[in-house]
């Protein structure tokens, strides 16, 4: 039986979240791990911008400074995501040595997919595939800036009640060995809706908040509760353990991952130069 390493790392802020995702996607890429499922949170809130956006078109830094949100670059693409009140997740295997993952990009999609809504199915909760031909965008506000993830989606993202429930990304590092890493934002309150106020555009803020609330949704609303960190840890684990067939071994983030991953939040993450190159 195949064997994960299952991590929750708890609280960081956004600058060493995405370091560590790096620095465990580069144990894996270097044979010194077997593939990592790691569940985070953030502290204080951030918001992480695709590979690929422009800055100046997903958010206003002045508006981010004043309320006290970071704002940090991402490897995998997407679009921009507020990190408030919600478990993140990321995925670094190789498709290699990992065929649970499948052998392309939206095959990947797809198998973690049936993972999340077993996952979805152990907490309680009904989630559907999204089976769009193309990008769906769940807005009707015709805006100069990019369009927040929680305002569109795409193949094989998940829905509740109609609503999206989680917003992800995905970027591949080797065409030889599929090495890959996936990250995904799982609201667990309404902080996503928050992101309408740190956007560009001043005249669209109300009507976005409003498509925000309509067209996303939360654990806490779909379950009538708070859910914890431990009981989602829990669901992660029987639901990827069932979907899979594989282990997912309880694990803590090693020495040199954690000496490279500050390395990376000092010199990559925190710096202007990574941050708005676009």
């Not at 006290?68 to 990321?90: K, P």
């Amino acid at each position: 039986m195949k064997t994960w390493r299952m991590i929750f790392s708890g609280a960081s802020d956004g600058f060493f979240n995405m370091a560590l995702d790096e620095a465990l996607l580069i144990s894996c890429q270097q044979g010194a791990s077997t593939p990592v499922l790691r569940l985070y949170q953030w502290n204080p809130p951030a918001v992480s911008l695709g590979y690929f956006q422009s800055t100046k078109r997903a958010v206003d830094l002045r508006k981010c400074r004043e309320r006290g949100v970071d704002v940090v670059r991402r490897i995998t693409g997407g679009r921009a995501v507020l990190h408030q009140d919600e478990i993140t997740y990321s995925v670094c295997a190789s498709t290699s040595d990992s065929p649970e993952l499948g052998e392309n990009v939206q095959d990947t999609y797809r198998k973690l997919s049936r993972a999340l809504l077993e996952f979805l199915r152990v907490l309680g909760i009904q989630g559907e595939w999204v089976r769009p031909s193309a990008e769906t965008r769940l807005t009707s506000v015709s805006a100069g800036f990019s369009v927040p993830c929680f305002l569109s989606s795409s193949r094989y993202e998940l829905t509740a009640d109609g609503r999206k429930l989680m917003g992800s990304a995905q970027r591949r590092f080797s065409l030889r060995s599929g090495q890959r890493m996936k990250e995904s934002s799982i609201p667990l309150g309404k902080g996503q809706c928050q992101l309408a106020e740190l956007l560009p555009d001043e005249g669209s803020t109300d009507q976005l908040q409003r498509e925000l609330s309509e067209k996303s949704t939360h654990l806490d609303a779909l379950l009538g509760r708070k859910v914890s960190p431990e009981e989602m840890t829990r669901a992660f684990r029987k639901g990827f353990e069932k979907t899979w067939g594989c282990r997912m071994e309880t694990s803590t983030v090693r020495e040199n991952e954690l000496q490279m991953a500050r390395r990376l939040a000092r010199d990559k993450y925190g710096s202007d130069q990574w941050n708005l190159r676009r």
